[in-house]
């Protein structure tokens, strides 16, 4: 692993700024842009306010997103009532709302201002493991706080390697892209295979893995998953092998009380065996253990049961 780095990789995503984006069909963009950035700046309390009030709207709706955030809540958690299951999906709303108005701030503040806004609980392991010459790969469950770790590691000179598809819309990429890696780091497109990410994490990048997305049964082992199975990805072990480096469980959370960003860094998993459904349930155990004392943390929008050991997708109709 080298000390030293530059952040350009040809093999990397570096997409740049398009004459094209300045086309009508982006006026909306734009114009979301020049609303959103003040907002931005608002106090943490009133965009709270702002978040709860849309929240308990959106909370009205059966179908879409709210609708297949109910089905994984269901799921994941038979023996809450339905009104439990209802206050976690508010709660994860008004969670997502804050945080998604304040977001841009990340880029108009300074290095100073995340600093002071941002709390990072066991960052020890990831300097223990850089003392001992070590390569590591962060597992980031989906919170909805997901970049933070990436960017705040990376103001801290610790930047992070990872994967991503692009954007359907290429402006809303660019802007995206020059926010994660405002600070340094490197994002490597799916398509282009997993290779050029593990390059970089042996070179000294803390690589990201993102441990709870559904990629369809071919790539994917049935392990348990909270109350229910999913379809997850296996190879962690040998991830850890190919690259080696040590695998360290991160979790990000926005607190609506203090508007803060909270980075909760884990020790390294030791007791990955090269099995893939033992190490698969391993992943899971620590989106599980994040996961079950902040529910309102998580992105339950999402597909993550998408695939079924059945065949039944059971956000069909929504």
């Known amino acids: 692993m080298t000390t030293d780095r530059n952040d350009y990789d040809p093999k990397a995503y570096n997409p740049t700024f398009q004459k094209a984006f300045l ?15 003040p907002i931005s700046l608002l106090p943490n309390s009133v965009r709270v306010s702002v978040a709860s009030f849309v929240a308990k709207k959106l909370c009205q709706k059966q179908k879409g997103s709210i609708q297949k955030a109910r089905i994984n809540l269901t799921l994941c958690f038979p023996e809450k009532s339905e009104q439990e299951r209802e206050v976690i999906l508010e ?7 804050a ?21 990072i609980k066991g960052i020890e392991h990831l300097h223990t493991l850089r003392d001992n010459n070590q390569s590591a790969i962060l597992l980031v469950p989906h919170s909805w ?27 809303t990429d660019w802007l995206m892209h020059k926010q994660r890696v405002q600070y340094g780091g490197r994002v490597y497109d799916r398509s282009g295979g997993i290779k050029p990410f593990i390059k970089s994490v042996k070179d000294g990048y803390l690589g990201y893995y993102l441990p709870d997305q559904d990629h369809g049964p071919e790539q994917s082992v049935f392990v348990d998953f909270f109350a229910t199975e999913k379809a997850t990805l296996p190879g962690l072990g040998k991830l850890a092998k190919v690259s080696r480096a040590k695998i360290v469980p991160t979790f990000a959370s926005y607190n ?41 943390q ?21």
Not at 256 to 269: D, F, L, N
Not at 305 to 315: A, C, E, F, H, Q
């Open 23 to 37: 086309a009508p069909k982006h006026w909306g963009t734009w114009l979301g842009l020049l609303i959103g950035l």
């Open 99 to 119: 945080f998604l108005l304040g977001f841009p701030a990340i880029t108009l503040r300074s290095k100073k201002w995340l600093e002071k806004h941002s709390e």
């Open 145 to 171: 706080c997901i970049d933070i770790p990436a960017i705040l590691l990376a103001s801290r000179g610790l930047p992070v390697s990872a994967m991503a598809n692009s954007q359907k819309n290429p402006l």
């Open 91 to 97: 709660k994860c709303l008004t969670t997502a709302g």
């Open 256 to 296: 609506i009380e203090t508007g803060k960003y909270e980075i909760e860094i884990k020790a390294p998993i030791e007791d990955l065996s090269g099995d893939e459904h033992k190490d698969a349930r391993v992943m899971n155990e620590v989106v599980e253990q994040f996961v079950n004392p902040r529910p309102e």
């Open 298 to 318: 998580y992105m339950w929008i999402l597909k993550l049961l998408k695939t079924r050991r059945d065949g039944n997708d059971p956000y069909v109709g929504y």
